[in-house]
């Protein structure tokens, strides 16, 4: 498939697509029944809020929603009270930011660490602080954002995220068998200096991606939470077979930053390397990284026990002393295919997709194999 249609069907792309269609949504909606049904003048805090509810799952909604009406009344009220004692004046405003801020430090309330600071300022210089007949439209005007907020996530496709979870880890275990095939081909060339660097840099960019992958599980596993649609909680546990996946993958990446490292420090450069350690090794990595990029089980697991043999057959070798770098390289290559054996197991990594009599006629006899890009 093309890149540009196999990223349309990429399940974090539309996962983040439609959270940011259903937030603006949700703001223009609250918008409109505060302004047009309920008759509240400038109700300014109704998007406001509902911008901030709308979460990436339902149960991070409803918990930050709770947080964000208390700071909320907490920043009308300060505003309220410094207008009628100060007025609109620097003294008030410094006032309720301070207080407002030192509140959003509270352990309650961290999570909302400006939203009453923020309330209080817009509310304070708008002129409408010192004005006990808005007070009352001013909290209504921010419970309708809320709730707007909350039902909208609630009703309109509630968020699972276990499919963009399981995209992310796919594309992780692709990244480490790319740079182990393109280290052995640079090995085979000779090498360069700051080639070993280079990797530890790689090693630092798929690392990255696994802390991104991790925080997608989390959602997914929240994401079941209060959530309404069929067969969420049957999806969502999935993502304990994701975390076990992930450790994996931590492995193989520091086994591999650690054999970046080795490469780069006392082994030399290669050319200095033993010529019957160097082509064994060599051909070892090529192999290790073709077979996770393969997601070849079998490939994964003869290439594991080459490399036990390769370190018998080196050290018992009579003409020379296997070094102890060399052994060094050799116990990151096996460990990275211990690791790497049970993620390509996995793959391609998939949710628990739900009954095929419940999804759509269009994707029946396509679920295997393929993820929906909800």
Request: aromatic residues 4%; proline residues 4%.
């Amino acid at each position: 498939m093309a890149p540009g249609g196999e990223r349309l069907r990429d399940p974090v792309l539309w996962t983040d697509a439609s959270q940011i269609v259903k937030t603006a949504a949700a703001a223009v909606l609250a918008w409109v029944v505060a302004r047009d049904v309920l008759g509240i003048e400038q109700p300014f805090l109704a998007p406001w809020a509902a911008l901030l509810t709308v979460h990436a799952t339902v149960y991070r909604s409803l918990a930050r929603g709770l947080q964000q009406v208390a700071a909320t009344v907490l920043g009308v009220l300060l505003a309220f009270v410094a207008g009628i004692a100060l007025g609109v004046s620097a003294a008030s405003l410094g006032l309720v930011l301070v207080v407002g801020m030192a509140a959003g430090a509270t352990r309650g309330l961290r999570a909302e660490s400006t939203t009453a600071a923020a309330t209080a300022l817009v509310v304070l210089l708008t002129g409408y602080a010192g004005d006990a007949g808005v007070l009352g439209a001013r909290l209504l005007d921010t419970v309708i954002g809320i709730g707007v907020g909350l039902a909208v996530n609630l009703v309109v496709w509630p968020p699972l995220r276990d499919r963009a979870a399981a995209r992310r880890i796919d594309q992780i275990d692709d990244r480490i068998g790319e740079l182990l095939t393109d280290m052995a081909k640079c090995l085979r060339d000779g090498g360069e200096k700051d080639d070993a660097d280079e990797w530890v840099e790689r090693t630092r960019d798929i690392e990255h991606g696994v802390d991104q992958a991790w925080a997608t599980v989390r959602q997914a596993r929240e994401s079941g939470r209060l959530n309404p649609r069929r067969h969420a909680a049957e999806r969502v546990g999935v993502a304990e077979d994701f975390a076990k996946l992930l450790a994996r993958l931590e492995q193989a990446t520091a086994e591999t930053r650690s054999m970046a490292h080795t490469m780069g420090g006392s082994t030399g450069t290669v050319p200095h390397w033993e010529p019957r350690f160097r082509e064994r090794f060599i051909d070892l990595l090529e192999r290790t990284g073709q077979a996770i990029c393969d997601a070849d089980v079998e490939g994964v697991a003869r290439v594991r026990g080459d490399v036990e043999a390769a370190a018998g057959t080196l050290s018992s070798d009579g003409d020379s002393r296997l070094r102890p770098e060399y052994g060094a390289l050799l116990v990151n290559l096996r460990n990275i295919a211990d690791a790497m054996g049970g993620v390509a197991g996995a793959q391609p990594v998939r949710s628990r997709a739900p009954d095929p009599r419940m999804m759509p006629r269009r994707w029946r006899g396509h679920s295997c194999g393929r993820v929906s890009p909800w």
